[in-house]
Every structure is written in C-alpha cells, then in structure tokens.
C-alpha cells in the first residue's frame, strides 16, 4: 500500500495559515500597517499610511474584495457536492481543502481590510465569519473522523471492517514475536473503547492519548529488542488500526455530531452574506467602487 | 440537510428585518462605518447619509461647503488655511471616527501663523503659539480678526482709534508703549527731562487726548506761589515778581535747577565773578525758591570776617572775583607793598596772633609797619632794627652785599660762599625770650681767621700761616704750584715729575696738633733708601749719589773706577756688555739671602772663562792669551 502524499502538502489549512501569515506580514510590515493600525481611531485618519491602508483605499479595499471573493469559493464546494453536473469537476477532498484554504485566507484579508475597525451592521457580518471560520475548524475536526475514500465518499461498515483486518494481517506478517503482537493487542484494548466508555471528549480527543500510549509501545518494543524496521513498522500498523477502529467505534456518533455541525455552521454564513451583500450595496451606492481610488 | 440553508436564510432575512424595523438612527449606525463627531451629531443616522454623501459620488466638497459657507467663502478668496485646497476636503477631514474623532487635523509646531493667516505671531504674541486658546476661545478659528480689539479691550473706550499699532507694538508690554510711540508727533513733544516719565504721569486715568499741556502748572505744582498766592512784601514770591510770563523764562525741560534766568536783566543783582558760578541754592535758600534773598549788601550772604571793623562797603576791598583777591590798593596805606610783600596773602600779616582760624582772624587795623612787626629778627637786635640797611623787600637774602672790609678776603672762592656758611647760628648758651628767634647769628665780630671755618687738615705740621702755601683762589684749597725749592729737599731730575702723594703719604699718628691721620708733610726722610729699595742689596753702600744721578737710575757711561780695571777692560773685554760678567746670580748678599745682579766679582780669568787646558798650564792665562 502507498502512503498517502504528506499531510501538510496537501493541507488548505496549513497553506491558509501561511498565505495569511504572509499577507499579514506584508501589510503589517511592509505597508506600515503595525503602526497604523496601533493609530487610535479618532486620528487614524491623519496618519500617512491612511490612504493606503483605509478600507476604501487601494490595499484595503483590495484585500477587502479579493477576500470576499474568497470567502465565495466554499459556495463552489457546497455547489460541487449537490449539484450532479459538477461531480466530475475535480475530488472531493480537493474541494474541500480549496474550501479550507479559501475559508482561511479571505477572512484574513477582510480582517486586514476592516483594518480592526468594527462598527455598525457590518461588525456583526465580520464577527459572524469569525464565527463561521473557528466552527469550520471544529468541522473539520469532526470531518477527518469519518473514514473516507479516496473519492471523498464516506466507507460502509464492511469496507472498514475490510481494512482493520488488512491491517492485522499486514501486523501478523511483519514477522513479529507472538508476544509482540499480545503487547500491541493490549495497547488496541486500551485506546480503542468499549462500546460502554464511549464519551464525547474521547470523541473530540482521545487521539492525544492514543499518541501518548503509541510512544508508550515503542518504548515496549525498543526494549523487547525487536528490530528497528520491523518495530517502526509494526508502530505505524497499530496506530493505524487503532485510529481506525476508534473512527469504527465513534463511527454513528460522529455522522451525528457532524450533521449538527452544518446546522451551526451554515446559517451563520447567509448571516454573513447578507449583511456583507448590504454592506457592499452600500459602498457602491455612495461611490466606494473597488479600483476607482 | 435542507435545514441549515433554510434557518440560515431566514435568520439572515429576519436579522436584517429586526434592524430596518429599528428606528432610523439606529438602522443608520448599523450601516454607518462609524459614529459622527458631535459636531456633525445632527447629521447622524441613516436618512442624513446623503446629507454628506453623494450617490455614487463618495463625499463631495459641494455638500461640505454648502453647510460650511465661511470656508468656501475663504477658499473662494484663496486666503487662510483653506486657500490652495482642492475639493478633496476628506483628505483632512475624517469622518466617522467616533464621537472623540479629530475633525480638524492640525500640527502646532509647524503651523505658520504668519504666511497662513497674515498675522505673524511676534514679540508678546510668540508665547501663545504654544497655547492657540488663549486667542481662539471659540471653536472656530475663523471668528478671529486681525484687529487687535478682537482679543485685546480697548482701554482708551475708542478714544484713539482702532489702529493700537500706532502706539503700541508686540514687543513690549502696553504699558510701555512709549518705545514706540512718537510724541513727536503730537503737540507737545517730549524733551529733556519730560523723557522718561513715565505716560502715566500726565496721562492720569488713560486720557490721552484732551490732556492740558499749555501750561507747566497743569502738571507742575508751582513751588514759588506762597500761600494765597499773594507776594509777601519785602520777601516778594518770583511768582509774584513775574506774575505774568512763563515758567520757560526761567526753566527748561532739561532740568528744574535752569540756568536760563538772566540774573542782569531780570534782576537787581547782576551775577558776575564768582557770582556766576554759585549754584542758586546757595542764595536763594528758602524752601523752593519762594524767598527772594536780599542784595543789597554782601552781609546778606557773606559773614563779615572783619567784625565791623570797616564801615565802607565791601566792595571798597573786594570784588566778584574773589575774596582773596582783593583789589585793596595797599599803597594808599602808610605801607605800600613791594617786592616779596606783594604776593603775600592778607592774612599772612592781618591775622590776630593765636588765631586759628584764619577768616575769624583778619585784623587790620594797627597793624605796625616795622618788619619786626611780622618778620622775627634772627640777629636778636645785633644789627639795629633798620633792617632795609642790608635786606629789602625783593627776598631777605642779600646777594648783593658786599664786605666793606677785606676784599681780598671775600674775594676768589670765598665770594661764592654763601653768607650763612660763615654766619652759622650761636650755640644756645641761656634761656631765650619767647618772642625772640631761638638762634642765634653773629654777623659782627666774625674773625676771618682760617681755622674759624675750615679744618687743619696737616694737624699743625704747618702752623697757622695757611696763606703761605694756599690761597683763596684755588678750589678746594689745592696748591697747584708748591714751590718745592723753598724746602730743604728741591726737586730736580726724576724727583720733579714723581706725585706728591709718592713721598707725602697720609699717615696716622701723633701730629703735632694731636694724634690723627694726615698726609705727612714734615719730617719727611731724604735718603734715597726712604723711597726708594737697595737693589744692590748692600753690594755697593748706602751712597746711591756716587754712581746715580737724580734723572735716572740707569747708568749708560759708567766707567769703573778702579785703575786695575784699565788693564782689564781691554780688546774683546772692553766690548762685553756689563751682564757678562756682572751675572744675576742667587745668593748670600750683605742685605741677606736673595736675587741680585752681582757686582763684587773675582778678577780672575777662570771666573768667567773654562779652562779647557784642565789646570795643566797653570792658572796664569795671561802668558799665552790676551783678551
């Protein structure tokens, strides 16, 4: 079996982060931002940095619409994901991370265009997006807990059963003593629960303690003498069946908690819409139309 | 999964719904940006947004100025702070930056004052740079003018116009506003001592117009009314005495102590002399001038040094030129002074005797005319009291005064002697009278005996017969031409050229005047051993004179004497110089062990010569050789 590709190459959170993290420092930096946005607001407007930097300036103004625009792309994915015509338009998972980065990137850009100045209706509309932004983080906290194709569709009991046993005989043939394979069945036992401790923070959190009592195994086996590339291996198999059968366990309330997710996540984002389409509306109304500084 | 569109959709519709249903001002804060300044407050909400903002338009510099009509009236003059904006009136006014937002961006320091608003902050004004309220009380900085009663009250109540600049400047404080202020220009311009009063002196109560000036009583007090203003006889007021001309007659603006009043013409009392220089204090000395003094006599000022005792008037003696110099005609008295007396002061004979004080002393009346009256007599009545028989009145020494007796006496040095060097004064034998000189000089009686005055410098070697060898004529009683052949011992040959100090030695001894020191001019030895040394050292006796001679000791034509000699000084001895054989030689002499050329010498050939034949042909050269 391939490894999968890193997960930090193909991570829109992690490419998010950095874009704002490098957008963030340009303007801060470079444009002058750090003081200008330290600039109490009742002189903000005097300070030489300010018509660069105003809302309705030619960075601010920018940042404002190249991160509306992005925030839209998510839209994309929701259309990907039910309208039948654009199933074919690339993975997924793809998708999504596009919808992660996207989802970073233009609140950042919309939090450097407001140049921390929260008033009015459209305050509401910003932090309604932080909101929306810090859910999405949970979501996808919830998400990669449902085990999922390489297509993006989510696996049937039986395939997951498919895959656990894959992987105990892939164990079996690492060539192992028997007492190493008892050793990482107790290790199983104590990360994966029983159907009578499951509990919503081991939900949310347990992986932590699987790292903990992953290291904890490798120590065993260090000491056991198995040799390095069979006990590299043999770690990587049982962290991989252990993660796996704990999704396989959590698997019904996980699909639960996530449908309650959109319920949290969405709405907020019509809010946001909304107010932004008003907020938008309006600029253009009196005349803050983008690239005419 | 529909739920979530749904919910969100509607909660969205209904929050926008919630807030339209909102009164308007709150609607407009929900759109707003952010709040307005309290100066645009009224203007706050969502239906006053176009109040500002044009449609499509941002804000425009028409909206803003059709509220803000004095700055578009500045900017349509191109003056103040507004006069080179474009319309772009944001750029420096922000908006909706809250309530405590800064409208009016604006950099004290490098705010001109002067280019901006054409009144340049200068001298006084300069500090309020720093503090812009202390003139702009108001919000607007467009309330103000340039005229100065725009911050400043005017004291003067309009009297004096609007145009304060005339009078007063920024540099200095209004009160001295007199730097700048020309009172040349007005009326009555300032001089002399007007200068530094202060304005406040005449300009009582800030009246600067209408002050009366046309008399110096309407600022002075007159110090020469008397009470009543009336003139008291005898003591008339100057006021009184001129009750009808001005202060200026008399005063200047330089100084009250003037000087400008002609005492000749306005008074009876013509100032002359001395007179003229005396300050008017010094007469006029009642309390600011109100007393006129009288002048009629000089007693009036002057203290009578004479107490009475002349009845004419003072200026019978004296004049305006002084006291001292009286112009007293002394000849007109029975005294009439001449010579050494006319340059003497009065008081120098008028004074009373054991006065002290010379102007209480002046006595002159009875005063004798005999020069012992002032003059002591220093002969103490020896030579009579006529005293003009030897001195007059030119000086008491008497340079030309001539001894009728002996004139060859006072002749040669003695003339120039003066006289006290022979008339010394008597040593004190007794009690003297007080009013006679304490000493003594003998004019009469005088011996002219030379020891009486000069000292017997030989101490009797002579005896008293000085005029023997001295005379009057040579200084210092030197004998130029002794004449030595008179004594036992004439000088002749070497003798006559040697000095006399070489035999006269000065010796200290028993003279025969007394034991002393003096030059030895008797009982001096004639042996040549006296003077001169035996260099013979007694070779030849004591008799220098059998060989030398008194010119000289040198002996060029010696011929020896004894005859045996004749045979000897013969052929090459004959032509031998004299130290040939006569060698200097160190030895026994008779004067004792010393150096000496040798005269007494052996005869014999073998003294000089060597006998090269060692003895074998006898001691007789003369058989063989010849000299």
């Known amino acids: 079996m391939t490894p999968p590709p890193s997960r930090w190459i193909t991570s829109g959170v992690a490419w998010g982060v950095l874009t704002s993290g490098v957008v963030a420092a340009w303007v801060l930096v470079a444009l002058g931002g750090r003081g200008y946005y330290a600039t109490p607001l009742a002189v903000r407007a005097y300070a030489p940095t300010h018509p660069l930097l105003r809302p309705s300036g030619p960075v601010g103004h920018t940042l404002g619409v190249v991160g509306t625009l992005m925030i839209l792309v998510p839209f994309l994915y929701m259309a990907r994901k039910r309208w039948r015509r654009l199933q074919g338009v690339g993975a997924l998972p793809t998708w999504l991370e596009v919808h992660l980065f996207c ?45 999922r194709a390489l297509r993006g569709h989510e696996l049937t009991r039986a395939e997951l059963d498919g895959q656990a046993e894959r992987l105990r005989i892939e164990l079996v043939d690492a060539g192992v003593g028997i007492d190493i394979l008892h050793r990482v069945e107790a290790f199983e036992h104590l990360v994966v629960p029983e159907h009578e401790r499951l509990s919503l923070v081991d939900l949310l959190f347990g992986d932590v303690a699987v790292g903990r009592r992953l290291r904890t195994l490798d120590a065993d086996l260090k000491r056991a003498r198995v040799p390095d590339g069979q006990r590299v291996e043999v770690v990587r198999l049982a962290a991989a069946r252990a993660l796996l059968l704990r999704r396989m366990a959590y698997l019904r309330r996980t699909r639960r908690l996530f449908e309650l997710w959109h319920v949290f996540h969405l709405p907020l984002v019509y809010l946001l819409l909304a107010i932004a389409a008003v907020h938008i509306g309006v600029a253009l109304y009196l005349g803050y139309v983008p690239f005419r500084w | 999964m529909r739920f979530p569109h749904v919910a969100g959709i509607g909660g969205s519709l209904l929050v926008l719904l919630v807030s339209a249903s909102g009164v308007e001002a709150q609607l407009g804060a929900l759109v707003s940006p952010g709040r307005l300044t309290t100066s645009h407050a009224a203007v706050e909400g969502l239906g006053n947004c176009q109040s500002c903002h044009e449609r499509g338009r941002r804000v425009t510099a028409e909206k803003c100025l059709a509220c803000h009509r004095p700055v578009a009236e500045r ?28 409208l009016r961006p604006f950099d004290q320091a490098s705010f001109d004052h ?25 919000r607007s900085f467009l309330t103000l003018s340039a005229t100065c009663a725009s911050c400043h009250e005017d004291v003067h109540k309009g009297a004096l116009g609007t145009t304060c600049t005339s009078c007063h400047s920024t540099t200095v404080a209004f009160s001295d506003a007199r730097t700048r202020f020309d009172h040349a220009k007005t009326s009555f311009p300032l001089t002399g001592a007007h200068r530094p009063v202060a304005c406040t002196s005449c300009h009582r109560d800030r009246t600067y117009r ?18 009543g203003n009336a003139a008291t006889p005898g003591q008339p007021a100057v006021r009184a005495a001129r009750a009808d001309r001005e202060c200026t007659a008399c005063h200047t603006t330089a100084t009250w102590r003037s000087r400008t009043v002609s005492h000749d013409t306005d008074t009876a009392f013509p100032l002359r002399g001395r007179h003229a220089t005396v300050d008017c204090a010094r007469c006029h000395t009642q309390p600011a001038l109100k007393v006129k003094p009288r002048s009629d006599t000089c007693a009036a000022c002057h203290a009578d040094v004479h107490r009475g005792a002349f009845r004419q008037d003072c200026n019978a003696c004296h004049n305006e030129s002084g006291f001292g110099k009286a112009p007293f005609d002394h000849s007109q008295t029975t005294f009439a002074l001449t010579g050494a007396h006319e340059k003497a002061t009065c008081v120098a004979c008028h004074k009373r ?12 009346h009875g005063l004798s005319s005999d020069c012992v009256s002032c003059h002591a007599d220093v002969h103490r009545g020896e030579l009579g009291t006529t005293c003009q028989s030897c001195h007059s009145t030119a000086t008491f020494r008497l340079p030309g005064y001539v001894h009728p007796r002996f004139p060859e006496f006072f002749a040669g040095r003695h003339a120039a002697v003066a006289c006290s060097g022979c008339h010394v004064p008597d040593a004190l034998t007794g009690p003297v009278r007080s009013d006679q000189p304490a000493v003594r000089v003998r ?5 002219t005996a030379c020891a009486s005055c000069h000292r017997d410098v030989h101490l009797g070697q002579v005896g008293p017969g000085c005029e023997r060898c001295h005379t009057v004529e040579a200084p210092l009683f030197r004998i130029a031409d002794f004449p030595h052949a008179r004594t036992e011992f004439p000088l002749v040959g070497g003798h006559a050229r040697v000095a006399c100090a070489a035999c006269h030695k000065t010796e200290t001894g028993l003279f025969p005047a007394g034991h002393g020191t003096a030059v030895k001019l008797s009982g001096v030895a004639r042996e040549c051993s006296a003077c001169h040394a035996d260099v013979h050292l007694g070779q030849l006796g004591g ?29 090459r001895h004959r032509q031998a110089p004299c130290e040939a054989c006569h060698k200097r030689v160190t030895g026994q002499f008779p004067s004792g062990s010393a150096t000496a050329v040798q005269y007494q010498i052996d005869a014999r050939c073998a003294s000089c010569h060597v006998d090269v034949h060692r003895g074998s042909l006898g001691p007789n050269c003369g058989t063989c050789h010849k000299p």
């Not at chain 1, 950042?108 to 859910?135: E, Q």
């Not at chain 2, 003059?77 to 405590?100: I, L, N, P």
Request: aromatic residues 8%.
């Open chain 2, 75 to 102: 900017i349509g003059r191109r003056s103040g702070v507004h006069k080179d904006v474009k319309d772009d009136c944001v750029a420096c006014h922000a908006e909706h930056a809250g309530v405590e937002g800064e």
């Open chain 2, 543 to 571: 008799d220098c004179a059998s060989c030398h001679a008194s010119d000289a000791f040198r002996l060029p034509d010696y011929r020896h004497q004894r005859r045996s000699m004749d045979v000897f000084l013969v052929g």
């Open chain 2, 443 to 447: 004019y009469r009686s005088t011996t």
């Open chain 2, 353 to 364: 005797p054991g006065a002290t004080n010379a102007s209480a002393a002046v006595e002159f």
């Open chain 1, 103 to 147: 989802g970073i990137v233009g609140p950042a850009l919309i939090t450097l265009h407001t140049s921390f100045k929260f008033n009015g209706l459209v305050a509401a509309a910003y932090w309604s997006m932080v909101v929306v932004v810090l859910s999405g983080f949970a979501g996808r906290h919830l998400y990669v807990r449902i085990p």
């Open chain 2, 210 to 227: 209408g002050v009366p000036f046309a008399s110096c009583t309407d600022c002075h007090r007159d110090p020469h009314r008397r009470a």
């Open chain 2, 114 to 138: 002067g280019g901006v608003t054409g009144f340049a902050l200068t001298g006084r004004h300069a500090p309020t740079a720093e503090e812009c309220a202390a003139c702009h009380k108001g």
